[in-house]
T-cell receptor, first 113, second 112 residues
């Protein structure tokens, strides 16, 4: 498939646990973005990468959230010591460059019990 | 920061026209995007405006007035499949190129 893919599609975890969410961008896209979306709201920016480096991480809510993109392609969003308030759909997007339109993946629905 | 306002919900009949307004209050402006999002699915890109005026793309058109901080998305010849949430997103030159700020979305319900 040519689109952005995210795994897992659903993740249920317990409060305090660690989770990793994975994103595979469209081949050739240099920019990759993470957003989270709560019910009835628009996506909320978390972080984006241009290549391997984080170009803007101003949306990460606290130091429990961390993301990497070591080879400039696949990215992993890591959440430590999950809290119930972290429950949301985590969306990944990619674009050719950071000023182009962003193409979104289907998201990972995270539920923290 | 941004304050992006859209109506929460709009209802229209199949075959009709609907106009979804978006107003934004920003310290600057560097482009406005419209996305469509069906329930449980990813947002899909519809249009991009950076200069004043109307951009037409098939049944969908998007308008921008930078002086008024205002945009609208016009959906013509509505079809049942157009029932979705429509998201307005703004890029502020005070932010990085990649950072979009989204409104809460407008839920459009198309009735037969």
């Amino acid at each position: 498939g040519a689109g952005v893919s995210q795994t897992p599609s659903n993740k249920v975890t317990e409060k305090g646990k660690y989770v990793e969410l994975r994103c595979d961008p469209i081949s050739g896209h240099t920019a990759l973005y993470w957003y989270r979306q709560s019910l009835g709201q628009g996506p909320e920016f978390l972080i984006y990468f241009q290549g391997t480096g984080a170009a803007d991480d101003s949306g990460l809510p606290n130091d429990r959230f961390f993301a990497v993109r070591p080879e400039g392609s696949v990215s992993t969003l890591k959440i430590q010591r999950t809290e119930r308030g972290d429950s949301a759909v985590y969306l990944c997007a990619s674009s050719l460059r950071d000023r182009n339109e962003q193409f979104f993946g289907p998201g990972t629905r995270l539920t923290v019990l | 920061g941004q304050n992006i306002d859209q109506p929460t919900e709009m209802t229209a009949t199949e075959g009709a026209i609907v106009q979804i307004n978006c107003t934004y209050q920003t310290s600057g402006f560097n482009g406005l995007f419209w996305y469509q999002q069906h329930a449980g699915e990813a947002p899909t890109f519809l249009s991009y405006n950076v200069l004043d005026g109307l951009e037409e793309k098939g049944r969908f058109s998007s308008f921008l007035s930078r002086s008024k901080g205002y945009s609208y998305l016009l959906l013509k010849e509505l079809q049942m499949k157009d029932s979705a949430s429509y998201l307005c997103a703004v890029r502020d030159p005070g932010d990085s190129w990649g950072k979009l700020q989204f409104g809460a979305g407008t839920q459009v319900v198309v009735t037969p």
